[in-house]
């Protein structure tokens, strides 16, 4: 299950209200870390679009990288089939382990080697943009004005952007195309954001649709 702001509560944290979250990168598959959430946690991740975890030590809530700037920055988020284990679907921000290594699974070695990439890394990266924007609603920001104005003026501007992209593929050059298709997937990003849902829900659909008509 995907999970978002909106389904969060069918997570099956028990009596326990603790459940292991697997931090790993979007792009290169590689596992960072585990740690744990409870589900102010779990609330606070998906609000922020970055990692909040449980520190059972400290019993207290931590944001992954609010002191060493090591952040992890939320792509998606799901469960197994029981929901009770979490999936973090994050772009790390720096070295995800606090020994120095990019993952907590692996030696020094690691240290060297660059990070995957991904011919679509960017539009992660907007979805995650887009996410800090609407959570620190600042007075500044076009995304947090935008999604401010309500769901139907987001509406209104997914169609304006989809009309204008229309005309551009009928009728445009490839550079006006481009640009246009590039203004409707972030207007289409914010108001998915503003309702809580990531681009992988939008993935996991076509994947769904796909698998219908083999």
Not at 55 to 60: D, E, V
Not at 92 to 115: M, N, S, V
Not at 172 to 190: K, M
């Amino acid at each position: 299950m995907i999970v978002t702001l909106a389904n969060v509560s069918e997570v099956a944290f028990g009596e326990g209200r603790l459940l292991p979250a697997i931090a790993q990168d979007v792009d290169s598959g590689e596992v960072l870390m585990l740690a744990w959430m409870n589900p102010e946690a779990l609330q606070l991740t998906l609000q922020r679009g970055r990692a909040v975890f449980w520190s059972r030590s400290r019993s207290a809530l931590w944001e992954k990288g609010e002191t060493s700037g090591n952040a992890l920055t939320l792509v998606a988020c799901h469960t197994d089939c029981d929901r009770d284990t979490l999936l973090l679907l994050v772009r790390a921000r720096g070295p995800a382990c606090h020994q120095g290594t990019l993952t907590c699974f692996a030696g020094d070695a690691l240290l060297q080697r660059e990070p995957a990439t991904s011919a679509l890394s960017f539009v992660s990266q907007l979805e995650s943009i887009v996410a800090s924007r609407l959570a620190a609603a600042a007075p500044d920001s076009y995304t947090a004005k935008l999604a401010s104005e309500g769901p139907k003026r987001l509406a209104q501007k997914v169609g304006e952007e989809g009309l204008e992209t229309a005309l551009a593929a009928a009728s445009g050059s490839d550079a006006e195309f481009i640009g246009e298709a590039a203004d409707l997937l972030y207007h289409l990003t914010v108001a998915l954001r503003a309702r809580g849902l990531p681009l992988a829900a939008v993935d996991e659909e076509l994947r769904r649709r796909h698998a219908a008509r083999r």
